[in-house]
């Protein structure tokens, strides 16, 4: 007799395994026919053939390309950057330094990246002394407060924050308030509801919601801006939680903030008011927020944007090129290196230049498997001379960069496929000796607290290790 029930059930298996092997199968060769990077390409192509369940979920939260939309329409950015391009143009004693035309135009072209002269600044190198810093500041402003970070933080440093905001709102100040959904994902409703009833205008960047829209969590926005007045300015690597006040287990969190006081602040702002247009769809460009501003200092600066709507990827351009052209040296922090394998070729090809190319890393980082990731690419610098610092007094946040005692870079951006191509980010490029010696002088510092490794020792490590970075380093165009 023929066992009808054990049939039906054969072919129920059968039919789930041969849908679940179509799926993959298309996601595969959706996958190929993005035509995106072939390395990243192979990555997908190994995580779906090899985990096909964590693979498929892995891929629909973060693989899929977000459509390229254009955030603002060319009529609508222009009459957004008409402010600060007549303050730029009318700029009449600005001499920009020949050996940076390159790179200064490289930015302004691609990336509508005035060069402002004329600025002040003042670098943090710790949580404490930027937090203070930016709750005098705040509690001084008369006009308005933009507020962007990627972590809002419900914690001490969250709250005393949200609460000088608070009063500043109530006093008739306009206050808007920019958080990214991920990064604040464990920031509770309660927290943004106390700004919202004072009359704070809130927003969430990019919401993710289950199951729609889940592509859009691979899609961060990551900048740190604030803007006061629109006189004053920061730009850098801290959130606003405690962690960057506190440390960690393991020891202090080493970051590098900067405030920005000058024209360039125009810079920060137009970066802003476009993430407002993204979050809010409204297009703030009234004169009140691009104000006269005093000359006030020496410096030459540009604030760069790039994101994953832009077509191009500006800030990685601009590092790139800056790379090529120093002449003596090049210094790095950045708490991830996975670096593309176009700025792993500038760094090699910098140092076989004879460049003093150095590259600081935490010796113990937040994310294991990235660091296991970037712990891979180091024998591919140390082989062409780069000399790697790992810092041991804690975890190293800082993404800061100096050149040759004139070129400084601060921001958001880490040294890592995430950074270059799917975060929105912001750094500052300073074009001024004082702030290059300034900056110089906090990696030297830095280094002492560091453990030196030479390409000898690196290749002793236990072979257990070397077979685990070897994986992750395939999945490192993901990460």
Known sequence: MVE???????????????????????????????NRNPVKTIAWVLVLVFMPVIGLVF???????????????????????????????????????????GLISLFQHSNHAFPYANNQTQLFTTGAEWVEALLRELQEAKDHIHLQSYIFADDEVGSRVRDVLVAKAREGVAVRVIHDDVGSWQT???????????????????????????????????????????????????????????GVSWGIWRDTHMMIKGKAVYGLQTAFLLDWYFADRTLLTSARYFPMIDIVGSSIIQIVTSSPIQPGHEIVM???????????????????????????????????????????????????????????????????GVKIYLYQKGFLHSKLMVSDDYLTTIGSTNMDFRSFEHNFEANAFIYDEQVAIEAREIFLNDQRDCKQITLKQWEKRPRKNKVIESFIRLMSPLL
């Open 59 to 101: 891929y629909i939260f973060f693989g899929r390309t977000h459509r390229r939309d254009q955030i603002i329409s060319r009529r609508s950015y222009s009459k957004l950057l008409k402010r600060p391009e007549e303050e730029y143009r009318s700029q009449q004693d600005a001499e920009l330094p020949a050996d940076y035309e």
């Open 4 to 34: 009808w029930n054990e049939i039906l059930k054969l072919i129920a298996s059968w039919s789930v395994y041969l849908i679940y092997l179509a799926v993959i199968v298309s996601t595969i060769w959706v996958v190929v026919l993005e």
């Open 188 to 246: 509770s409703k309660a927290f943004f509801d106390v700004m919202m009833e004072a009359g704070i205008e809130v927003r969430s960047f990019l919401k993710v919601r289950f199951p729609l829209f889940t592509n859009k969590a691979n899609y961060r926005n990551h900048r740190k801006l604030v803007v006061i007045d629109g006189q004053i300015g920061f730009i850098g690597g801290m959130n606003i939680a405690d962690r960057y006040v506190q």
């Open 318 to 384: 601009g590092l790139m090129k800056a790379i090529s052209n120093a002449k003596t040296y090049f210094y790095i922090q950045t708490p991830y290196f996975l670096p593309t394998e176009a700025m792993l070729n500038a760094l090699q090809t910098a140092a076989m230049a004879g460049v003093d190319v150095r590259l600081m890393l935490p010796e113990k980082a937040d994310s294991k498997v990235i660091q296991w990731g970037s712990m891979s690419y180091l024998a591919d610098v140390l082989k062409f």
